[in-house]
């Protein structure tokens, strides 16, 4: 609390729940504000019981759910906190958000005898308890591993059964109501590992009349029991486990172990499984050359293999089963031993999970209420509602699919916290994350209600006891007109009027750790409130991942940490939104970086000096006839319509690249091309007035200050709209992007022939560039062409590719090219391939074959041409020619110093003309 600025004083009262409420929402509203977004703030409301009117609105939405039946209660597995008392939901926990129930099966291994420690509890059935995911392979049981160092207990279990398992599991049981009281396992005697080492067991379904325990080094005591059945065939750890057992003496002497507990035990096969034969563990070790239980990469790997390709494709080899799919006789054979009381069933869960109150999270059998996520009707409307929704991921659309997939019923109730009541169990609250799935729909009318403040203490027209469900119903769902309602109906109107003016809402805007529960939740309310009217359903989620500052995550411990208002108090606030903007446009998490931040605050204000200045400034008035001009004025065009379809798809790094930095660097390059003449008047005044309004959706002090100050427009820019722009000239931004190229390849050429020149000079005075010849080729000849031709041939137009069989024709024509050009067949293809493989990747980024045309698509002489003075002014060059490399009185004059037949479209040979 100190490090946010908290008063010393102040401290103490955060100890009630409601001075959360009080102090914060305020804070958080100054901040954004002063971040310059714009934020109808009347319709903010706090979402609790401390505000009447929400409060109202969720019971009425708790209410019209169970009618629905959507709504029920049951006793199910959830994770549960145990110092809280109550399941401790999504945004409950500190860590495990996303976790559920892991259902296992607890074997029950009986103690045929009770050596050491055990006879204490002489005159019980004692079994040792395995949890295990696969209870089809009990059938090959050879041993039982357990922890030596570990800490087990022995708990009374009902008549006079005892169970031998870890604390925490046997939490979980006595929660589960396995034990005979709830939530509180009895222990009857503390164990360790070395106790319970050598005693003989007898098995379900296992083969052998008799197994024993051994020791495991690599048992978790945090997963399952802590009791671990071994069954070698078909697990590589308890096969590498086994082996060295029986292999090392010294390892068995250590632990007391006798040979005749280990060494009779072989593998036994149980399951055949394609490719890897009936014992599988032992054929994935040998593959991969696992030499010990230690081996543990390998060791997963060998289970990644063999695992999941055993319950596809495995059949069983022994039981009652022999003969079936391992898929089809695992859950008889689950639900077989169950009710011979050969096991136990038992849920953990599939993760840690820790409350916000820092309790180890259990899984527990509750009497609660439950939302009927799943329920076949409710989730094919849900999955109708996603398909019809953009997303602007392709990663989001899976993710929601993959929720949709596994999201069953959930806990919609608690025992404590903040929230709302459920209407008809008052015993319980709402969870947090069930009270906020429709909550969109009540911003249209929180403004009325509330009277603008954010509790609804607000002076309004309306009380919240006037709020009945037939009230909520006639806004919201097109109900009849309340009759005993003591509301304007005038007013009724207006929030009815406002709710669909509204609604549905276009976009939601979240992280993307909420597609598992919040906002997948949204769907399925949406569509259960308007179940007979998609119209209101969601339109679209826009998903994102968490902020890093400076590439790294963000924590106070660590001091890589900085709020909101001291971003802005250090760079100002827009110079955080453009670094916000620039840190990233996907799912993946952002990065702000303070140096771009930083940058922000120095190219901001020199462009607003520069737009000062220039507006200022005396500029070339007239027709704007240079190739410069038609060039910068179709680039605004392009800047115009690339950054208004970034800002659609809610890409603001690319609405900034397009919108700022590739238009500030069009500017330059106009500016640079326009030299004695200078730039254009109408030009520079539509670069100012575009850049302006490009930008200000994400700077817009600086865009206001232009507008109003430099422009000296009426109004903001905020409601300047969009400017108009005509279709660009692609072709025009070709031949553009390749004057630059060429500025910029022959400037790398005129360094590196003088510096090669200055070496040969040996100290004497080095020649020096001053003019340049360019040979230019109107079109590709000889196998070039010849290989374009094929190309075209083998572009698909459709989805922008190549015949499959692309490059094997193309190797197919060197011998006949090489025959053409008197090349040896080698030296061809070396010529060919590289030339098939740049055109081919040149023709899939374009998406179209115009690259493939013999021709450039502009005139490249022409182009030179036009800018001959901006060549030689970049280049400092005093002469500067263009000609075709098919004028042969030009080509003899530098055939010697030039290769003039060896250009092409696009690459033009090059001559330079020195001093010394």
């Known amino acids: 609390m100190r490090s946010l600025g908290v008063p010393e004083g102040e401290i103490s009262a955060f100890q009630e729940a409601e001075h959360w409420l009080r102090y914060f929402p305020p804070k958080a509203l100054d901040d954004i504000a002063a971040l310059g977004c714009g934020v109808d703030w009347r319709r903010s409301f706090i979402t609790t019981d401390v505000n009447p009117y929400y409060d109202s609105f969720v019971s009425w939405h708790m209410n019209t759910l169970r009618k629905k039946g959507k709504i029920v209660k049951d006793k199910r597995y959830t994770i549960y906190s145990p110092l809280d008392g109550q399941p401790c939901a999504d945004h409950d926990r500190a860590t495990g958000e996303g976790v559920g129930p892991q259902e296992y099966t607890l074997i029950k291994m009986k ?93 379900p379904n296992a083969i052998h009349e008799r197994i024993y325990t051994l020791p495991m080094l690599t048992i978790l005591t945090n997963k399952g029991t802590g009791v671990v059945t071994s069954v070698p065939s078909d697990s590589p750890d308890d096969f590498m486990a086994l082996c060295d057992l029986k292999k090392k003496e010294k390892f068995r002497e ?94 953990e869960p599939e993760k840690p999970v820790m409350s916000r109150s820092g309790d180890d999270c259990i899984v527990a059998l509750t009497d609660q209420w439950y939302l009927l996520y799943g329920e076949e009707d409710w989730l094919e409307k849900a999955k109708q509602c996603l398909d019809q929704m953009e997303l602007y991921s392709e990663d989001a659309r899976r993710a929601f699919e993959h929720t949709l997939g596994w999201l069953k019923q959930w806990a919609c109730s608690r025992s404590y916290g903040l929230g709302t009541r459920l209407p008809w169990d008052r015993e319980f609250l709402v969870e947090s994350l069930s009270d906020s799935t429709i909550y969109m729909a009540y911003y249209t009318v929180a403004h009325i209600l509330q009277g603008g403040d954010i509790y609804g203490e607000g002076k309004s027209l ?145 462009e607003l000096t520069w737009s000062e200045e220039v507006m200022a400034a005396p500029l070339r008035q007239g027709e704007a006839s240079l190739f410069a001009d038609r060039v910068f004025d179709n680039e605004l065009n392009y800047a115009v319509k690339s950054t208004y379809a970034a800002y659609e798809n809610l890409m603001f790094r690319e609405a900034l690249k397009t919108g700022w930095f ?74 553009a992007r390749y004057l630059e190229d060429q500025i910029v390849s022959l400037r790398k050429l005129i360094m590196k022939f003088e510096a090669s020149a200055k070496k040969k000079c040996k100290g004497g005075p080095a020649p020096k560039v001053v003019g340049v010849d360019l040979f230019v080729a109107a079109e590709f000849q000889g196998w070039k062409a010849h290989i374009l031709r094929l190309l075209a ?4 137009e459709i989805d922008a590719s ?115």
């Open 254 to 347: 250590k632990y007391g172990v006798k040979d005749e507990w280990v060494l009779p035990f072989d593998v036994i096969p149980i399951i055949n499984i394609p490719e890897f034969g009936d014992t599988s563990a032992p054929s994935v070790c040998a593959e991969l050359k696992i030499q010990s239980q230690n081996d543990t990469a390998k060791l997963a790997e060998a289970k990644n293999r063999t695992y999941l390709k055993g319950f596809t494709d495995g059949t069983m080899l022994v039981g009652e089963y022999a003969g079936q799919k391992v898929q089809v006789a695992k859950p008889l054979i689950r639900e077989a031993m169950l009710a011979s009381s050969e096991a136990v069933a038992y849920s």
């Open 462 to 606: 309306v009380t919240p006891d006037q709020l009945s469900e037939e009230v909520w119903n006639y806004i919201f769902l097109g109900g009849p007109q309340p009759q005993d309602s003591t509301i304007d109906k005038a007013l009724l109107e207006t929030c009815r009027r406002e709710f669909r003016y509204w609604y549905p809402f276009d976009l939601r805007v979240s992280g993307k750790d909420l597609i598992q529960n919040h906002l997948t939740f949204c769907i399925y309310n949406h569509v259960a409130m308007w179940d007979s009217n998609p119209d209101m359903w969601p339109r679209s989620f826009r998903c994102n991942g968490h902020l890093q500052l400076n590439s790294e995550k963000m924590s106070k411990s660590t001091g890589n940490f900085k709020t909101l208002r001291e971003a802005i108090e250090e760079y100002s606030a827009d110079a955080v939104r453009i670094a916000l903007a620039d840190a990233g446009d996907s799912m993946d998490d952002a990065n702000m970086v303070e140096a771009t931040a930083n940058a922000a605050i120095l190219r901001l204000t020199k």
């Open 802 to 916: 190549f015949a499959d069989d692309t490059d094997q024709v193309a190797l197919g024509e060197v011998a006949k090219l090489a025959e053409s050009e008197g090349l040896p067949a080698k030296k061809m293809q070396q010529q060919v391939m590289p030339f098939v493989k740049f055109k081919k990747e040149e023709a899939t980024k374009a998406k179209s074959s115009i690259v493939l045309d013999l021709q450039l698509p502009f005139d490249e002489r022409a182009t030179l041409l036009d800018n001959a003075e901006y060549v030689k002014r970049s280049l400092n060059l005093e002469s500067f020619h263009v000609f075709l490399s098919t004028d042969e009185k030009e080509r003899e004059a530098v055939e010697k110093e030039c290769n003039v037949l060896g250009a092409s479209p696009g690459v033009p040979a090059v001559h330079f003309k020195t001093v010394q």
């Open 662 to 735: 590739e238009l500030l660097l069009a500017r330059d390059t106009y500016r640079l091309a326009c030299g004695a003449e200078g730039m254009h008047r109408d030009l520079v005044q539509r670069f100012v007035e575009v850049s302006a309004v490009l930008l200000a959706p994400i700077a817009p002090h600086a865009s206001e200050h232009v507008w109003q100050r430099i422009l000296k427009k009426e109004g903001t820019v905020l409601k300047a709209g969009w400017p108009t722009a005509n279709e660009p000239d692609l072709l025009l931004q070709k031949a």
């Open 793 to 796: 041939s083998k572009f698909v």
């Open 111 to 203: 103690a045929i005898e009770l050596p050491g420690k055990l006879q204490q509890l002489a005159g019980r059935d004692v079994f040792f308890l395995a949890a295990t995911l696969r209870p089809e392979t009990m059938y090959g049981q050879t041993n039982c591993w357990i922890l030596p160092d570990g800490d087990y207990g022995a708990y009374k279990a009902f008549e006079n059964d005892v169970y031998v398992m870890s604390a925490r599991s046997a939490l979980n049981l006595a929660f589960q109501e396995r034990l005979p009281k709830y939530g509180a396992p009895e222990q009857l005697l503390p164990l360790k590992g070395y106790d319970l080492l050598g005693v003989p067991l007898k098995a």
